[in-house]
């Protein structure tokens, strides 16, 4: 049972490239989220995901897409990196309000 | 809007002090208030809390809910340097979506 999992570990970017952070979580869960953490920022909400086929907007969302097409998988994506978008970014699943994180990706943008 | 405010942000302690800290909310539709310790990764759970007045307690930790006045402490008592870490403190609002306050830096020194 590996939980929740999130690739790349880090990641550097030029600005205008996009790229994909993937989750994936081995545990049935419906709920799915994005969040990034900023110094001094707490946890932000991006997207987050009720369900397979169901997304929707957090409190930062611009910049970012996501999709939701199988229970286990919930892709982040940054179309047009930007050097605002340097952050951690953690995804979570969560049952019965307990959310579970993953490991974390540390991203860069130049 | 719904917001979580946590104080102090940060605190600098010695070996064996007591710290407290707070976190206040304002949410529509309560559902839970959880605390989370954050160390170099992940965040990882310690309590959640949906009932006023009930303390959930765990070794030198212990937390407690008051719905009325819409705050939590969480309590740490004859603190070690293995505590040092940032406390995050969130609320659920419904549909498992959690607000997040900005966190608080505890740095205990030996």
């Known amino acids: 049972n590996a939980g929740v999992t999130q690739t790349p570990k880090f990641q550097v970017l030029k600005t205008g490239q996009s790229m994909t952070l993937q989750c994936a979580q081995d545990?049935?869960?419906?709920?799915m989220s994005w969040y990034r953490q900023d110094p001094g920022m707490g946890l932000r909400l991006i997207h987050y995901?009720?369900?397979?086929?169901?997304?929707d907007q957090g409190e930062v969302p611009n910049g970012y897409n996501v999709s939701r097409s199988t229970t286990e998988d919930f892709p982040l994506r940054l179309l047009s990196a930007a050097p605002s978008q340097t952050s951690v970014y953690f995804c979570?699943?969560?049952?019965?309000?307990?959310?579970?994180f993953g490991p974390g990706t540390r991203l860069t943008v130049l | 809007e719904d917001k979580v405010v946590q104080s102090p942000l940060s605190l600098v302690v010695h070996e064996g002090d007591t710290v407290t800290l707070n976190c206040s909310y304002e949410?529509?539709?309560?559902?839970?208030l959880l605390w989370y310790k954050q160390e170099k990764k992940a965040p990882t759970f310690l309590f959640m809390l949906t009932s006023s007045g009930i303390e959930k307690k765990s070794g030198r930790l212990s937390s407690i809910l008051d719905k009325k006045e819409l705050f939590s402490i969480l309590n740490i008592t004859a603190t070690q340097t293995g505590d040092s870490a940032i406390y995050l403190c969130?609320?659920?609002?419904?549909?498992?979506?959690?607000?997040f306050g900005k966190g608080m830096k505890l740095t205990v020194n030996p």
């Open positions: 995901s009720v369900g397979a086929g169901i997304t």
């Open positions: 969130a609320v659920e609002g419904g549909s498992e979506k959690l607000v």
């Open positions: 979570a699943s969560s049952y019965l309000g307990l959310q579970f």
């Open positions: 545990m049935n869960h419906e709920y």
């Open positions: 949410v529509t539709n309560f559902r839970s």
